[in-house]
């Protein structure tokens, strides 16, 4: 049994984590600024003695004593991460600073949730770990591909000069039950105007691709990560399945039955044109591959929406 802190533990990926690393035994940390996270991802675990919640902003540093470190607070929608940019680039880099500063101390191996975002409007497609991206240093995508990239620096500068055990995952688009419901995510706000009867958005043309990873198997990635020896990453995480939005839009018309028609508004600057991972070094070093397609992975997290619209 290890001692894990999960920062970001309250949000969408880090609240499914937590169920992973409480179901294998550890005693669990989970420390949030509930910016976009909430209480209510993590209700489930408040009887169990091995769980614990911190209201905290990583802002600023704490004192813990854990043997493991999941770095992931951090706003991930592009809606949230812009409302205070520079609240962004303090938590990515301040942030991570602080949770490095712990990990430093009391030689805890520590991982951090990176991106894909890193390799910003990619020339390189599939992305590889060893392309160093097209990112807009300006523009409004930066306070979070730059504080992300900025990150990944500050791991290795520690590992390199400190000593300290890290892990860098580079995260593709994640989907599945509790992402907000106004989380602003192509899936999310798909899936809720569906079930609404609302019109689809799509921004601009719909012929920009993502490839979607459902959560259960990026939990799993992270977990492997962690648990490897002797390799730091950066290591790509995410499907490499590849679809249009027209075609993610289709896919969620289709399961709900809805005839929400489909509307077409700007696309926001920056915006990647295409986005797929290249997963063979996470095969290679991990063992780790994702097993559950897009059409299998949307109808709990469609339902997990409805859910949510009822009770409201
Ligand atoms: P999320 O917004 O649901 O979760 C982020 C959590 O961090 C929230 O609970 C939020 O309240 C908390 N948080 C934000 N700023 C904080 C601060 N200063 N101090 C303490 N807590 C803070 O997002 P998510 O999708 O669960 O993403 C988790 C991590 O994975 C993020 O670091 C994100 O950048 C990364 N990531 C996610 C995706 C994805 O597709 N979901 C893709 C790439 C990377
Ligand atoms: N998108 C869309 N309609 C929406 C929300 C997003 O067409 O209602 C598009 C967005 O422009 C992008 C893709 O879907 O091309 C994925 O967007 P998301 O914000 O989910 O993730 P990211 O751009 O960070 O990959």
Redesign the pocket.
């Given at each position: 049994m290890s001692r894990i802190l999960v920062t970001g533990g309250a949000g969408f990926i880090g609240s499914h984590l937590v169920d992973a690393l409480l179901e294998r035994g550890h005693e669990v940390l989970s420390l949030d600024n509930y910016f976009t996270g909430s209480k209510d991802n993590l209700l489930q675990h408040l009887d169990n003695p091995r769980f614990e919640m911190v209201r905290h902003d990583v802002v600023e540093p704490i004192l813990l004593e854990v043997d493991q470190v999941y770095n992931l607070a951090c706003p991930a929608?592009?809606v949230h991460y812009q409302y205070n940019p520079v609240k962004t680039v303090k938590t990515n880099v301040l942030g991570t600073l602080n949770m490095l500063g712990l990990a430093k101390r009391v030689e805890a191996r520590i991982l951090q949730a990176s991106t894909?975002?890193v390799y910003g409007d990619p020339q390189v497609h599939p992305q590889t770990e060893d392309y160093w991206g097209n990112v807009n240093p300006i523009g409004l995508r930066s306070c979070y591909d730059e504080g992300k990239r900025l990150a990944e620096t500050l791991m290795m500068d520690y590992h390199r000069s400190n000593e300290v055990e890290v892990r860098i995952v580079r995260i593709f688009?994640t989907y599945g039950p509790r992402m907000a419901i106004d989380d602003?995510?192509?899936?999310s706000?798909?899936a809720v105007q569906a079930l609404k009867g609302e019109p689809i958005?799509?921004?601009?043309d719909?012929r920009?691709t993502?490839s979607f990873c459902y959560v259960s198997d990026l939990v799993a990635g992270l977990i492997a990560m962690m648990e490897s020896e002797n390799f730091t990453g950066p290591v790509n995480l995410g499907n490499p399945d590849e679809f249009t939005?027209l075609e993610l839009a289709q896919q969620v018309l289709d399961l709900t039955g809805s005839d929400s028609r489909i509307v077409h508004?700007d696309?926001?600057p920056d915006?990647?044109t295409r986005?797929r991972p290249d997963i063979t070094l996470a095969r290679q070093k991990l063992g780790w591959s994702p097993a559950v397609k897009l059409a299998s992975g949307l109808a709990p997290t469609v339902d997990y929406f409805r859910s949510v619209l009822q009770s409201k």
């Open positions: 929608s592009p894909s975002e688009n602003g995510r192509v899936v706000n798909f958005t799509i921004y601009g719909g920009q993502r939005m508004q696309l926001p915006d990647p986005r």
